[in-house]
C-alpha cells in the first residue's frame, strides 16, 4: 500500500516543487533586477545633482576670474564675495567653502577670508601642477586633499587665469566640502545604500555613509572603477568596500568633469523580500506536500487523516503573504486567511470561513470603506454583488491608507477566488515621481513668470532713460548739450540691446520659443537685412553687398523674424569688425526631402578675423575673443550663442571659418518648407491717428509716465494720467476718451484685467480703443494682451514713432477713421519760398514733387513686391528729403521711419507703410493746391 501511495502522489509533488522553484527563482532574478533598475535611477538622480553643483561652482569660478581680469592688481576678493552674494556656508551646515587666487607660482595672495597672516603657497599641490600644465579653458576638479587655509578635507575646484598677454597668471580657486556633494545621501531611505563620487582616476572625492570607503581613496582597480572607464554608465555587483557589503552599483559619468557617480543597493536588502517569499513558498510546499500525502492516506485510511490534512491546508495558506478569500456559488465564504482578515480590519465575526459574502460588503458599506476616491466605481461594483463574471482588477484605497490591489478569478465550478495585495509602498512610490513631476513644472512657470517680471522691471526705467533722452534731443541744445543727450540716448539703446540678448538666450534655454510658420520671400528678407546697414556701412567706407542665386525658391514657410534675427547679428558683427574693405552676404539653396528646401547662407568679410584657439568656442555663452572686444566693441557674448540656438531650432547648423587680421566667414543653414509664390499685397489705408484726441494713459511708473505725456503731448494730443487699472475704470465713468494707453503690469489691477473690465462695461457704453504698453516682446505676451480686448500693443521702452505706430495701429484695428485732414496742416515752407522765388516758381517746385514723389511711390511698390529692400531704402530716402524741402511733415516722417526699419520689416508691413505714404502723399497735395494753384498736385 506504501509503494501504491508513493506512486501515486511522487508525480504531485515533484509538479509542486518545479512549480516553486520556478517561481523561487524568477522572484530571486526580478527582485535583483529591480535592485539594478532603482540603483540606476539614484545613479541619474545623483549624476544631476552633482552635474548642477559642479556648474554652480563652476559659475562661481568663472565670475571670479572675470571679475580679477578687469583689475587684477586692486582686485580685493573679499568685497568681491559680499557684492557678488557669495559668503561661506553657516557652520552649522558643517561644510566648509574657501574661495582663493593664487598667482603663477602658486602662492595664495588673497582668499574669501581675508588676507593670510602667514605665507601660504599650493605649488606643490598636484591640482595646481595638473591646472598650471592644463591645455586649453576647462574647469579641473582635485582629489579630496586637507586644506592649507581651513585644515579640513575639501575639493579644490580651479581653472587658470591669463595675463594680458594670455600667458598663464595662475587659478581661481574654490574649495567644497566633500560632504556637500554628498548631501544627496540624505534624501534617500532605502537601507544600507551607498553613494560615491570619485575622478575617473579613481581616487574618492566624496562618500556617504563613511563606512564605505576613506576620502582620496584608490578605488582605480575595483570592478566599479574598471567598468567605469570603458562605459560612460552601467550596473555590476561589487562588495570591494570596506564594510564589506555586497551590493549592486550603478555608476554614470560625469561629462566633461572627468568624475564618476555611483549608487549602490544593499543585495542583501534587496533580497529581503525574496527570503520571505523563499520561506512561505517552502512552508506552502511543504505543506502541499504533507497535504497531498495525507490526502493520498485518506484515501487508505480514514477522515481522521482527511481533517488533519485540512488544517495544514489552512496553515499554508494563513502564512502566504496575500489576503485570500474564495467564494463558492451559494456565495458564503469558503476560504478566509488570516493576511485578507488583517488586510481588511475584519470584526471577528467575519474572521472565521462559513460566514455570507453579503454580510461582509454590507459591513464595509456601513464602515464607510467605499467612500475613497474610487468611491463610486468600488460602489457600483458592490451593488452588482462585488463580483463579476470573467476575471477583474481593481485598486481602493482604505480609510486607514492602506491602498489594496483586489483580484477576482471566477473558476469554472463556480467558486471565486480573490486576492488582496498591499500595494501602498508601490503608490507612494509612484506619488513621489509625480510630485517631483509637478514641482519641475512649476519650476519651470516660475522661471517664466520671473522673465516676464524682470523684462518689465528692467524695461520701465530704460523706456524713461531712452524717452526722455529722446525729448531732450528734439529741444534747442547747445553742441556740448547735444553731444551728451546723444551719449545718453546710445547708452540707453545700447543696454536695451543687452536685455534683449539676455531675455532671448533666457527663453530659449527655458524651452519657451516657439517659432512661427508663415510664407515669406528670402531672397526680400535677406536684402532688407543688407539695407539696414547700408548707412552704417557708408558711414565707415566699406562695400556692402548681397548676392542671391536665381534658383532660390520666391517663397518658402518658416519664421522670417528668427532668420532675420540671425542675419542682423552675423551683418552687423561683420560690420562692427571691419573697419576697412568689404562685408557681402550671400544665399544660395538645396533640396531636402519631403517637399523641403536647405537654405545656405554666408557672411563674409575682410576684417579683424579670430584667433585660432578662440575658434572652438566663440558660439559659447557669454564668449567673446578677450576681454578687449567687450570694451571696444561692446556686446554681451550672447550674439552668437543665440544664433546657434536659433539655427539648431530651425533644424540647421552653423559654423565659422576665419584667419586672423584676414577676415571671417560665417555660414549656416536652415531647412523649411516650400510654399506657394507670394501674391501682390492689397493692404487697406490705415488713418494717420488724429490730432487734439482726448487719451488716457494709465502708467504706473512716474518717469514712464513723465516720458509718455510729454510724447503725447509732442504729437498734438490731449492726455490725462493713472496710476493703476482700477483708476482707469474710475476715470473712465466721468469722462470719455477716445484712446486708452494701458500698461500691462500695474498694482491694484493690472492692464490686462482692467481691458477685460472695459470690455464687459461696452456693453452698454461706447467702444473706446485700448493700446497696451507692455515691457515683454514674446508672443505669448502679446497675444495675452490681444485675446484680453486690447486692440494693438507696443513694446518698452516708448518712442515718438513707435507710439505714433502704436495710435495709429490702434484706431485702425478698431476701424476708426480719423477726421483731421493733412491738408489743414500749414505749410511755412512754401510761403518762406513763395516770398522768396515767387508763386510761379513754387508751383513748378509743387509740381516736380507731386511728379517725382508718384514716381518712387510706384518704384517702392514694385520692389516690395520682388523683395527689392535696397531699392524701397533709397527711394524712402528720397521721398523723406523731398517732402521737407516742400513742408510735408508727416510724409517726411513716415518715409524717414521707413528708411530706418525697412530691413526689420516683413513685406506685408512695408506695403502697409508704403500705401499709408500714398494717403499722406494725397493729403498733402490737398494743402498745397490751395497755395500752389490746381497745377501743382496734377499726376
Not at 528678407?525 to 558711414?539: E, I, K, R, W, Y
Not at 576684417?607 to 572686444?629: C, K, M, N
Request: aromatic share 4%; with cysteine; hydrophobic share 45%.
Amino acid at each position: 500500500m506504501r509503494v501504491r501511495l508513493a506512486l501515486a502522489t511522487a508525480p504531485v509533488i515533484v509538479l509542486l516543487w518545479l512549480g516553486i522553484a520556478g517561481y523561487l527563482v524568477q522572484k530571486h532574478h526580478a527582485d535583483l533586477e529591480e535592485a539594478a533598475q532603482e540603483s540606476r535611477n539614484l545613479a541619474h538622480a545623483f549624476e544631476e545633482n552633482i552635474r548642477r553643483t559642479v556648474e554652480a561652482v563652476d559659475t562661481t569660478v568663472r565670475a571670479l576670474r572675470s571679475a580679477r581680469a578687469r583689475d587684477p592688481a586692486h582686485f580685493d576678493i573679499v568685497a568681491w564675495g559680499r557684492d557678488s552674494g557669495l559668503s561661506r556656508p553657516q557652520a552649522a551646515h558643517d561644510l566648509t567653502q574657501l574661495i582663493s587666487v593664487v598667482d603663477r607660482t602658486g602662492a595664495v595672495i588673497a582668499t574669501s577670508l581675508g588676507p593670510a597672516i602667514q605665507p601660504i603657497s599650493i605649488a606643490d599641490r598636484d591640482h595646481f601642477r595638473s591646472v598650471r600644465d592644463q591645455i586649453g579653458d576647462g574647469l579641473f576638479v582635485s582629489r579630496a586633499v586637507v586644506g592649507k587655509v581651513s585644515g579640513l578635507w575639501s575639493l579644490q575646484f580651479l581653472r587658470q587665469l591669463f595675463d594680458a598677454r594670455g600667458a598663464f597668471d595662475g587659478a581661481a580657486v574654490v574649495s567644497l566640502d566633500p560632504a556637500f556633494l554628498s548631501r544627496f545621501y540624505g534624501s534617500l531611505d532605502n537601507g544600507r545604500v551607498a553613494l560615491l563620487l570619485t575622478g575617473q582616476d579613481g581616487f574618492v572625492r566624496a562618500v556617504a555613509p563613511g563606512t564605505v570607503a576613506k576620502l582620496d581613496n584608490d578605488m582605480a582597480r575595483t570592478p566599479l572603477m574598471i567598468g567605469a572607464s570603458d562605459q560612460a554608465y552601467g550596473t555590476l555587483d561589487m562588495a570591494d568596500t570596506a564594510d564589506g557589503i555586497e551590493r549592486t552599483y550603478s555608476w554614470r559619468r560625469v561629462d566633461p568633469y572627468g568624475l564618476v557617480v555611483a549608487v549602490g543597493l544593499s543585495k542583501a536588502d534587496a533580497l529581503s523580500s525574496y527570503r520571505s517569499n523563499f520561506r512561505g513558498c517552502v512552508s506552502i510546499g511543504l505543506g502541499l506536500t504533507i497535504v497531498t500525502l495525507l490526502v493520498g492516506m485518506a484515501l487508505a485510511r480514514n477522515r481522521r487523516d482527511l481533517m488533519r490534512s485540512r488544517e495544514l491546508l489552512r496553515a499554508a495558506v494563513d502564512n502566504i503573504s496575500q489576503g485570500l478569500l474564495v467564494i463558492d456559488p451559494q456565495r458564503r465564504v469558503a476560504v478566509l486567511n488570516t493576511r485578507a482578515a488583517e488586510l481588511l480590519s475584519l470584526p471577528q465575526e467575519l474572521t472565521k470561513p462559513g460566514f455570507a459574502f453579503d454580510a461582509l460588503l454590507t459591513w464595509q458599506v456601513d464602515a464607510g470603506e467605499f467612500d475613497g476616491p474610487e468611491a463610486e466605481r468600488v460602489r457600483a461594483l458592490v451593488r452588482a454583488g462585488g463580483i463579476v463574471h470573467g476575471n477583474s482588477v481593481y485598486q481602493r484605497t482604505r480609510r486607514n491608507g492602506t491602498v489594496l490591489e483586489v483580484r477576482t478569478r471566477m473558476l469554472d465550478t463556480g467558486l471565486a477566488v480573490r486576492t488582496f495585495t498591499d500595494i501602498t509602498a508601490q503608490r507612494h512610490s509612484a506619488q513621489v515621481l509625480a510630485d517631483a513631476r509637478d514641482a519641475a513644472e512649476a519650476a519651470a512657470q516660475a522661471r517664466s513668470e520671473f522673465l516676464s517680471v524682470m523684462s518689465h522691471e528692467i524695461r520701465t526705467p530704460l523706456n524713461g532713460v531712452i524717452g526722455l533722452a529722446g525729448l531732450l534731443e528734439d529741444m534747442e541744445l547747445g553742441p556740448a548739450q547735444r553731444d551728451y543727450v546723444r551719449l545718453i540716448r546710445r547708452s540707453g539703446d545700447h543696454l536695451l540691446e543687452l536685455i534683449n540678448d539676455i531675455l532671448d538666450f533666457s527663453r530659449l534655454e527655458a524651452g519657451r520659443v516657439q517659432l512661427e510658420e508663415t510664407n515669406f520671400a528670402p531672397a526680400a528678407l535677406a536684402q532688407g537685412v543688407v539695407g539696414m546697414f547700408l548707412p552704417q556701412a557708408s558711414t565707415k567706407g566699406l562695400r556692402l553687398s548681397t548676392v542671391v542665386a536665381d534658383t532660390v525658391p520666391a517663397a518658402v514657410i518658416g519664421d522670417p523674424g528668427r532668420l532675420r534675427q540671425i542675419l542682423i547679428n552675423l551683418i552687423g558683427n561683420a560690420v562692427k569688425f571691419t573697419s576697412q574693405g568689404w562685408v557681402s552676404l550671400t544665399l544660395t539653396h538645396e533640396p531636402a526631402a519631403d517637399g523641403r528646401v536647405r537654405l545656405l547662407f554666408s557672411v563674409a568679410d575682410s576684417g579683424i578675423g579670430i584667433v585660432p584657439e578662440a575658434l572652438e568656442r566663440i558660439f559659447q555663452e557669454f564668449t567673446q575673443l578677450d576681454g578687449s572686444i567687450s570694451r571696444r566693441f561692446g556686446g554681451s557674448g550672447l550674439g552668437l550663442a543665440i544664433c546657434r540656438r536659433l539655427t539648431e531650432l530651425m533644424g540647421g547648423t552653423i559654423a565659422v571659418e576665419s584667419q586672423f587680421g584676414a577676415g571671417s566667414t560665417f555660414r549656416f543653414e536652415v531647412t523649411l518648407k516650400l510654399a506657394d509664390p507670394l501674391p501682390p499685397l492689397v493692404v487697406a489705408v490705415a488713418p494717420n491717428p488724429e490730432p487734439g484726441l482726448r487719451i488716457l494713459l494709465a502708467e504706473d511708473n512716474p518717469t514712464s509716465r513723465l516720458v509718455a505725456l510729454r510724447m503725447l503731448e509732442r504729437l498734438g494730443h490731449h492726455a490725462d494720467a493713472v496710476g493703476s487699472g482700477t483708476e482707469v475704470i474710475a476715470a473712465l465713468a466721468l469722462a470719455h476718451y477716445d484712446l486708452i494707453l494701458m500698461d500691462v503690469m500695474m498694482p491694484d489691477m493690472d492692464g490686462l484685467t482692467a481691458a477685460r473690465q472695459i470690455r464687459t462695461m461696452e456693453r452698454t457704453t461706447a467702444r473706446v480703443v485700448v493700446v497696451g504698453l507692455t515691457a515683454s516682446s514674446s508672443p505669448a505676451d502679446l497675444a495675452a494682451c490681444l485675446d484680453a480686448g486690447m486692440d494693438a500693443v507696443s513694446t518698452k521702452p516708448v518712442t515718438l514713432p513707435r507710439l505714433r505706430a502704436a495710435i495709429r495701429e490702434g484706431r485702425a484695428a478698431a476701424g476708426i477713421r480719423s477726421t483731421a485732414e493733412a491738408a489743414t496742416a500749414t505749410t511755412p515752407r512754401l510761403r518762406e519760398l513763395a516770398q522768396t522765388l515767387g508763386e510761379d516758381a513754387v508751383a513748378e517746385i509743387v509740381q516736380a514733387f507731386t511728379e517725382d514723389t508718384q514716381a518712387h511711390l510706384v518704384a517702392m511698390r514694385a520692389a516690395a513686391e520682388r523683395g527689392d529692400g535696397n531699392t524701397v531704402y533709397r527711394c524712402a530716402h528720397s521721398v523723406a528729403g523731398a517732402a521737407r524741402n516742400v513742408g510735408a511733415d508727416a510724409l517726411a516722417g513716415r518715409a524717414a521711419a521707413l528708411e530706418a526699419t525697412v530691413g526689420s520689416l516683413s513685406s506685408v508691413r512695408i506695403a502697409f507703410e508704403i500705401t499709408a505714404m500714398q494717403a499722406d502723399l494725397d493729403a498733402a497735395l490737398a494743402g498745397l493746391a490751395a497755395l500752389a494753384g490746381p497745377m501743382a498736385v496734377v499726376g
